[in-house]
């Protein structure tokens, strides 16, 4: 059971850091067991369904006329182009051990490229999940700057929910002292290694804090253009 379940009551903010009267309950998700493993291992499975299949040419590298030579001449009998007049005649051909040759055991689009997860363990993937993100440690663990904010999970009053300018949800972050974990992100922009820069990925950058409400009251247009966050 997560170790939040020891403090059932959350203190509710205002948009000034001010703690008010009200408190919420807990919910019941947040006293779910944290099973890493489970957790692992859906990711994993879930995430190759967004795999698109690949494979190279059925010809590639078998497009020689080519022909071993047999016995006795004192050379591998691997096939061997025929011909001659160019350097090409009397190459090596078709093995994978071969310059121009095809690969071993070419690749085929019929691979078994997606998985079936049980909707059980997806869905105790996620319980799990949401619990750990209740746990102050593992949320520190994982590079999130909350050693200053007044409390954890933050609870904030409906009032946050009618900001509308980007400026005043700078100004609640940083009353609530959330704009530590910006600036965080700030400072992790980056370029990303590999071939995703080529394919319109070319930055990237660590995640902020999570921000979940009821209505929109304007709350997204607030927050839209603060980076890091979700």
């Known amino acids: 059971m997560a170790l939040v379940a020891a403090r059932p009551l959350i203190s509710v903010y205002n948009e000034k850091s001010e703690a008010t009267e009200s408190k919420v309950l807990l919910p019941s998700v947040f006293r779910a067991p944290i099973r890493p493993d489970i957790v692992s291992y859906v990711h994993d499975q879930m995430s190759k369904n967004h795999r698109q299949p690949y494979a190279v040419s059925e010809k590639a590298g078998m497009q020689s006329s080519a022909e071993s030579w047999g016995t006795g001449r004192a050379v591998a009998r691997i ?7 160019t350097h090409r005649s009397g190459q090596g051909a078709f093995g994978n051990m071969c310059r121009g040759g095809r690969m071993f ?5 019929w691979r078994r490229w997606h998985r079936k997860v049980n909707i059980k363990q997806r869905r105790y993937a996620v319980v799990s999940a949401i619990a750990a993100t209740g746990i102050p440690g593992l949320v520190m663990a994982k590079g999130h700057r909350i050693e200053e904010t007044p409390e954890f999970p933050l609870v904030l009053s409906d009032k946050v929910e009618e900001l509308k300018k980007t400026k005043e949800a700078v100004a ?24 995703g820069k080529l394919r319109n990925r070319r930055r990237i950058m660590k995640r902020g804090p999570l921000i979940v409400y009821n209505k929109d009251n304007g709350i997204t247009r607030a927050f839209r253009n603060i980076p890091g966050k979700y």
Not at 79 to 85: E, L, S, T
Not at 176 to 193: C, G, H, P, S
């Open 105 to 109: 055991a070419p690749t085929k689009t």
């Open 79 to 85: 096939p061997r182009v025929r011909g001659g007049g």
């Open 172 to 195: 609640v972050l940083r009353k609530l002292k959330a704009w530590n974990d910006i600036e965080k992100v700030y400072a992790t922009k980056r370029f990303r290694a590999g071939k």
